[in-house]
C-alpha cells in the first residue's frame, strides 16, 4: 500500500553533515503525519523530528537547532538534514508516514558518527 525507502545515510566525523532522504511510493500520497525515528543498538526507537500535514515541524529537545525536517510533496520525498553530528546520534534513522489506515514505516538507513 505504501512503501518508504530511506537513504543518505553513512561513517562520518564529529562536526559533519548528512541528508536523508525518504522516498515515499504506492497508493497513499497524503499523509497527516510524517517523521523521522532512530534507534541506537539496545535502546528503544524515539521520534526526532515530525512534520505535520499543515506544514508545522517539531523535534526532540536533543536534536534542536541541529536536525531539519523538511519534504517535497510534489516528489512524495521527506529530508532530514543533519548537521555538527555527534557520535551520541549513531543509530539507525527511520522514515514514518501515518495516515488514517495505518502507520508506515521504511527499513532504515544506518549513520555511524566518529569521534
Known amino acids: 500500500q505504501v512503501q518508504l525507502v530511506e537513504s543518505g545515510g553513512g561513517l562520518v566525523q564529529a562536526g559533519g553533515s548528512l541528508r536523508l532522504s525518504c522516498t515515499v511510493s504506492?497508493?497513499?500520497?497524503?499523509?497527516?503525519?510524517m517523521g523521522w525515528f532512530r534507534q541506537a543498538p539496545g535502546k528503544q526507537r524515539d521520534s526526532v523530528a515530525t512534520?505535520?500535514?499543515?506544514?508545522?515541524?517539531s523535534y526532540a529537545d536533543s536534536v534542536k537547532e541541529r536536525f531539519t525536517i523538511s519534504r517535497d510533496a510534489a516528489n512524495n520525498l521527506l529530508y532530514l538534514q543533519i548537521n555538527n553530528l555527534k557520535p551520541e546520534d549513531t543509530a539507525t534513522y527511520y522514515c514514518?508516514?501515518?495516515?488514517?489506515?495505518?502507520?508506515?514505516w521504511g527499513q532504515g538507513t544506518q549513520v555511524t558518527v566518529s569521534s
Open positions: 504506492g497508493r497513499i500520497r497524503s499523509f497527516t503525519r
Open positions: 512534520i505535520i500535514a499543515s506544514g508545522a515541524t
Open positions: 514514518n508516514a501515518n495516515h488514517y489506515s495505518g502507520s508506515f
